[in-house]
Each structure stands twice: as C-alpha cells, then as structure tokens.
C-alpha cells in the first residue's frame, strides 16, 4: 500500500543550487492506487496534472524527490478569529463560486470537463473565467479547505514530529533552551526528516565545496523546513517555524555520525589523494612488524635540489 496520501507536498531536489525547486501538492490518488494528481505550488498559471504514482515512490526512494514536512499554507488552518471575522465574507464568496465543482472528483481534474465547469460557474455567479480559476487554485494550493480562500496573512508554522506513529512525547537529552527556559521539548525525527536530512548529506556535505555541517545544517532548513518567503531589503527570504517545531544542529550531527559513511564522505569532499594523505587510517606500525633489533631497516629518500651543468 502507498505512504503517499492526498494533501501531501513533495519537492523534487535539484542538483543546481541557483535552481528554483519544483514543489507540489497531491490533490487525488485514485483508489487503485496507480496513478495521482497533484498541482505545483506558487505557479501562478498551474492546473492540475495527472502523474504515476510508482514514478514519484521511485524519486521518494532513490533521494530525487522529498515530502515537505513544513506545509507553507498551514496558517489558514486556524486564521486569528479577528481576521477571519475580517475577511469571512470574502472567502465565503468565492468559496460559492466553486463549492459546487471541486466535489466532483475526479471529474474536476479532468481537462476536458474541467473548461465547461469553469464557464457554467462563470455564467452563474456572474464572474470572469480567470476569476474562478484563481479560486480553484488557491483552494488546491492550500490544502483544499475553505479557509484556503482567505487572504494572505501573516505566517506561523506547523511541522510533522514521531518516529513512530504512537510516540507523544519527545525523545532524547533535553535541549538547553529547553531545559533553561522551560521552552516547548522540539520534534523528534521520523522517516520523512531523515529522508530530508540524507538529501542534505548529499547536496551540502559530500561536496568538494566542503560546507562544515552548521552551514549545510542552515541551508537545509531554509531550503526544506521554510513557510514561505518574505522579500527583506530586496531579498528574498526564507521565513522559517520556530525553533522548537524544527531539527536541531544536534539531531542533524548525529544522524550524519550514524548514516553516513565518513570515508565515503571525506573522499568525495577532498578526494582520494588527499583523504590517503591525510585521513587513512593507519592500520600498523614498522614498530610492531619488527621481531628483534636490527630485523628492519627503513630509508628516507629525498630529492636533492642539485643539478648538473
């Protein structure tokens, strides 16, 4: 049976650091559990694509693809009652636009019945086509709940925790944080953080750029625990849950100790002449291979700077 359910987001991981990652999310998984049809988030003109659902377990599988634990629309879960009471009747608006069409699944991620819906909402509530179809995709990209349709507000975030599904409380040393200022416990670290962190061994550590695991740790959750982005000065920033709802570095350090083959590592990041030169093991000594005085000579050989004319 498949891990993948509706409402899941997966990102698909590029080896380009510059490139802007492909993240989307599930809408539908038929019941046979064959095929699956998701939407790409932040695409302001995507619609709804059909896909295998053995295509996207094999990108799981094999490290090319991650499910985001941290959902960037989460916050519409659970609105400030003072904005919800600001903006309820917008959301209840557009939401009348397309109640009507996004319960017919999986009609409505169809395309060639979808245009036809899209028109006879269009007609009836006396809207414009582009209309509707922004509310589709804003009720898609937020999970599709009603309150997808509020507009933006301030981010807050919410994350995955466990490692097994009946595991309540956090496991491990406390935090000092934790322990000083009597703060929320953190997350513990299940198969879908593990997975995110093999993905950061891989693009951040086992490069011969050689980041230390506190830089690759930082990249990591900007890139794969972010809520969105916020624009700070001109840049593009990464807004990031609280401390508490995300990994540690020491989490991050020890599944890197554990996973990881550090030979493996150190060679891919330095190479193999100089992991030889300076990170081999040493396995004996001439000390020990010597039965008695005088058994084993050894000879320095140096090159001397002294040429004939």
Same mark, same amino acid.
């Given at each position: ?55 996207? +377990? ?5 490290? !090319?693809?991650?499910? &985001? ?6 916050? /519409?879960?659970? $609105? *400030? ?80 925790? +466990? ?5 309540? !409380?956090?496991?491990? &040393? ?6 000083? /200022?009597?703060? $929320? *416990? ?124």
């Amino acid at each position: 049976m498949s891990n993948l359910s509706v409402g899941m987001i997966v990102e698909w991981i590029s080896e380009q650091e510059d490139s802007t990652p492909l993240v989307e999310r599930i809408l539908w998984v038929n019941p046979t559990a064959t095929d699956l049809v998701s939407i790409q988030l932040d695409e302001p003109l995507a619609l709804p694509v059909w896909k295998r659902l053995a295509d996207i +377990e094999e990108a799981l599988a094999n490290g !090319s693809a991650i499910i &985001r634990v941290a959902d960037p629309y989460a916050h /519409r879960l659970h $609105p *400030p009652e003072s904005f919800l009471l600001k903006h309820r009747q917008r959301r209840d608006a557009a939401w009348k636009v397309i109640e009507d069409m996004v319960s017919r699944v999986p009609d409505i991620y169809d395309e060639t019945i979808r245009g036809g819906l899209v028109a006879d909402a269009a007609n009836q509530h006396s809207v414009h086509k582009m209309t509707v179809y922004k509310y589709l995709r804003r009720f898609w990209w937020g999970g599709m709940v009603k309150n997808a349709l509020l507009p933006s507000y301030e981010r807050s975030g919410g994350l995955g925790k +466990e490692k097994s599904a009946n595991s309540a !409380s956090k496991r491990g &040393r406390p935090t000092k944080a934790t322990v000083l /200022r009597d703060a $929320p *416990p953190g997350i513990n670290v299940d198969d879908s953080i593990r997975r995110i962190f093999s993905v950061a061994f891989r693009l951040y550590v086992d490069t011969n750029k050689a980041p230390t695991l506190k830089r690759a740790y930082s990249l990591m959750l900007s890139n794969y625990f972010n809520v969105g982005f916020e624009v700070k000065g001109g840049v593009r920033v990464p807004v990031l849950p609280p401390s508490h709802q995300l990994p540690t570095l020491e989490q991050f350090r020890y599944w890197y100790k554990k996973q990881q083959d550090i030979e493996a590592s150190f060679t891919k990041r330095e190479g193999a002449r100089r992991f030889a030169l300076k990170r081999r093991p040493v396995l004996g000594s001439s000390t020990k291979m010597a039965f008695g005085p005088g058994s084993i000579y050894q000879i320095d050989a140096t090159i001397a700077d002294v040429y004939e004319l």
